[in-house]
């Protein structure tokens, strides 16, 4: 599988999941709107917050002994006097309480607009993500799907999304707000004091120290978590999907065993997960206070020597404590978000695999085909060392019906899969109609080729729905009728509630002659020029094999046919017998006794 180009490879993985997610969140531009002015607004409001508290700090509780203080120009007239000093103290008083109550509602209220809007944008971002891999997945191939196990990938797309997207609102959000209202107050800070700002910072190299070695743990201790319980997803998925295997062989401890095993492993990393938080934790509250304390003392002798007012160091306490909230965020969140970085990965890791097969630049859409199928040259390996196909040249004229036969493995339903582009081979061509493939959208082309595999899959919902995924557009009429064609109405209507009726999911509430009949009622309504076979009548008793080889015989009247088939009697039926040896034909017009 190719990863998408070498300039992606040589990004860093956040920006990758940028790369990904920034354009979805710049969809919702009202609601990002919002959500920035309310931060916006929320910074200038916290910056605002403690300066009642000077006011009545240097002005209403001032004793008129105490030694003059010169206040900073921005609260200073020409005469050096306070602005404040011509207000009457009760009425300063009063002013500065109810500009507390205003600024608190004030910030209330744009609290509670940013953190909805960035939930909403948060929301929506990440539920546009989760369609876009899901879909994705869809498009990959069948080899990716084959070595990667399924509860896995689950995961991936319900559970790392979900933690993406609360961690996105409960922790990188507000970690990024307070960001912001952390440069906003050093900028004030260093307004007001500059010697005490630099003093505030010189804790800054050891905090960086201590967080960047402890964050590099906690990111590798919470990879190794998300990988566990993929691999926990992995193991309970597989043994409940072959729960009849399961009970039949009596593996209940084999698989005990192992998830056990996986899920001690999670609990490992967690536990070291969430000790190296609380270590960083207790490292920033360390630094924290060793900070303010440096801060408090020399601000106090600077308060003595009439440098700075009593207000001023409680401004700059004030500021200094909210200007280290960012770092405590940090240290709280920080194995969630690492576990989120983590599963961020995991979406990207998908996302820039690029599918083997896709529509070419130039593709048309394939309308109206007659059925005429070539084979020129094609070779075809899963793995490099085993080639499957080797030089094979085949026709097959339109409205021709073909059995392939041959030993397992020799490449026969290989042919029908790179038909339908679920590969594309390595060197030849497979042409319809005297066109390449690859030249037809994958699409257009899926719909003219209907398609019944040996062990069909039904979906858990309704009969109806189950035939109609054959042609989405078909009304109900065209659904009983394609029924009927595949000798499938007669049981469907004596189901519970007939054509309503939920099947189980892959369709084990019936029997597999059942299924097969509705696969072909799926196939008929397609009413698609070509018809491709792989062992359909294999696993059925002798009444469901001629059940269904009658409801093949009238599916497949008129129509490009390829039968891949290990029974006798119903290649002897097709018009030409071809046998394939070792991925190549040895013989195109095979006599069967």
Known sequence: MRSVNSSNRNQSRFGRLLHHVLPLVLEQRKAATVAMLALFSSTLLGLLEPWPLKVVLDEVLKSPGSAPYHAPDIVQVNSGTSIWSQVDKSWLLAGACV???????????????????????????????????YRHLHLLSPTFHGKSRQGDLVVRVIGDIDRLRDVASTALLPVLANTMLFF?????????????????ASVAPLYGLSTLKLTRKIH????????????????AAESIQAISDVQALSLYEVFDKDFNSQNSKSLKEGVKTSRLSAKLERSVDALTAIGSAVVLWMGARMVMRSEISVGELVVFLTYLKRCFRPAKDFAKHTGRLAKAAAAGERVVSLLDRLPDVHDRANAVPAVSLHGQVDFRDVS?????????????????EAGERVALVGESGCGKSTLLRLMIRLFDPQSGAVLIDGR??????????????????????????????????????????AIVQAARLAGADEFIRRLPQGYDTVLGERGVTLSRGQRQRIAIARAAI?????????????GLDAQNAQLVATALDRLTKGKTTILVTHETEHAAQADRVICFRQGQVVDTSMILP
């Open 99 to 133: 500009t507390v109550v205003a600024i608190s509602f004030a910030l209330a209220w744009t609290e509670y607009h940013r953190t909805v809007s960035f939930a909403i944008v948060g929301n929506r971002a990440m539920s546009k993500l989760r369609n876009r891999l």
């Open 184 to 200: 906003s107050m050093v900028l004030v800070m260093a307004c007001l004091n500059w010697r005490l700002t630099v003093l505030a």
């Open 220 to 235: 590798e201790a919470a990879g190794k978590q998300r990988r566990r319980e993929g691999a926990l997803a992995a193991t």
């Open 380 to 396: 075809f390996a899963y793995d490099a060392d085993h080639p499957i196909l080797c030089g094979v040249n085949l026709t097959i």
């Open 436 to 477: 390449d493939v690859r030249e037809y959208t994958l699409e257009s082309l899926r719909g003219e080729i209907s398609i019944l595999l040996q062990d069909c899959t039904l979906f858990a919902t309704s009969v109806w729905d189950n035939i109609a995924f054959g042609d989405m557009g078909a009304d109900r009429e």
């Open 526 to 538: 397609r009413n698609s020029p070509i018809v491709l076979l792989d062992e359909p009548l294999t």
